[in-house]
């Protein structure tokens, strides 16, 4: 069974990602690894990586920033260089299915790596969130890189995230790559706007 750590280091691996498709000038990538679909965008953008970090950092302001009124996000605590924050999916598209809830930590791995993983079952930052009608994920990680590469600027998004849902594969895929797409397209708009 692998834990977000090893899915974050799966992510991270440049190797393996198949090109999808082109979606309004982002590339979208994806990867299969141990059974776990992973998800990786990139675009070209004029916007500083400061400017997209601030946005992505700013957990507190996520409800102003995202488009999707099914997530609630709130801060929960930093610890020297480390972010901690709260989202609460919720998930009434699906009959008899709980609302889904994470605890992640987010940091700089190197100073144009963001990177977030969610928390395990057992972290104390849980504790305030454990109820019985709510799922708590603890597979899920991702990262914001910003690469320069001949006088152009990227920004790749790279995501896992399991939702423990008992629907298959195929069904879920879709709603998943549009909602990182939407996520990557409002980061940058905020950004963009600030």
């Given at each position: ?5 090893d899915?974050l ?12 498709k082109?979606v ?8 299969d690894v ?8 990139k ?6 990586r400061d400017?997209?970090?601030k946005?992505?950092?700013?957990i507190e302001?996520?409800?102003q920033v995202?488009?999707?009124?099914n997530?609630?996000?709130e ?5 020297n260089?480390t972010l901690y924050g709260y ?5 009434d ?7 889904r ?13 963001l990177?977030?993983?969610a928390?395990?079952q057992?972290h104390?930052?849980l ?7 709510v799922?708590t ?7 914001w890189e ?5 006088n152009k600027n990227f920004l ?7 939702t423990?849902?008992n629907?298959?594969e ?7 790559e549009n ?5 990557f397209s409002?980061?940058?708009l905020e950004?963009?706007n600030s």
């Open positions: 069974m692998l834990m977000s750590s899915l280091n799966c992510l991270l691996d440049d190797e393996n990602w198949e090109y999808k082109k309004q000038s982002i590339s979208v990538f994806e990867k141990c059974g776990y679909k992973m998800i990786k965008i675009k070209e953008i004029s916007i500083s400017e997209v970090y946005v992505i950092k700013d302001n996520y409800s995202l488009t999707a009124k997530v609630y996000s801060y929960v605590d930093s610890k260089d989202q609460k999916y919720y998930v598209f699906i009959p008899f299915t709980r609302n809830q994470l605890v992640f930590k987010m940091y700089e791995k190197t100073k144009n790596n990177i977030w993983e928390l395990d057992n104390y930052y504790d305030k969130y454990s109820t019985g009608d799922k994920l603890t597979k899920g990680a991702g990262s910003f690469i320069s590469n001949n790749v998004h790279r995501f896992y995230m399991d423990e849902l629907i298959p195929f069904l879920l895929s879709g709603p998943r909602s990182v797409l939407q996520i409002d980061v940058l950004a963009k």
